[in-house]
Nanobody
Framework: HVQLVESGGGLVQAGGSLRLSCAAS????????VGWFRQAPGKEREFVAR????????YYADSVRGRFTISRDNAKNTVYLQMNSLKPEDTAVYYC????????????????WGQGTQVTVSS
């Protein structure tokens, strides 16, 4: 049974920072596809960041590249999303997800999702 639990969301002013965490049970993050996605009200869920199958390689959406960083602590089986220089348009529910083996930026490739954590950026 795979369970993902996100934390770290909140309300922050534009230009501020937050670090999201995603702790996993029932799945070893170091050997599985893992990504962060977000969904704003009235919009589809969209890709934010993920790891590549190739160690040390990460991918980001154009809208967050240079501001967000995905990382992981294998000992804690936890993945992080460091978000800097936040903008009001980053406001969304943020989800982490993992899958059975396909490395992709499409939400459809992921089989297990956390409950999400709300990030609100005020202007």
């Amino acid at each position: 049974h795979v369970q993902l639990v996100e934390s770290g969301g909140g309300l922050v002013q534009a230009g501020g920072s937050l670090r999201l965490s995603c702790a996993a049970s029932g799945r070893t993050f170091s050997s599985a596809p893992v990504g962060w996605f977000r969904q704003a009200p009235g919009k589809e869920r969209e890709f934010v960041a993920r790891f590549s199958r190739t160690a040390g390689v990460t991918y980001y959406a154009d809208s967050v590249r240079g501001r967000f960083t995905i990382s992981r602590d294998n000992a804690k089986n936890t993945v992080y999303l460091q978000m800097n220089s936040l903008k009001p348009e980053d406001t969304a529910v943020y989800y982490c997800a993992t899958g059975r083996g396909t490395y992709s930026s499409s939400p459809k490739a992921y089989d297990y999702w956390g409950q999400g954590t709300q990030v609100t950026v005020s202007s």
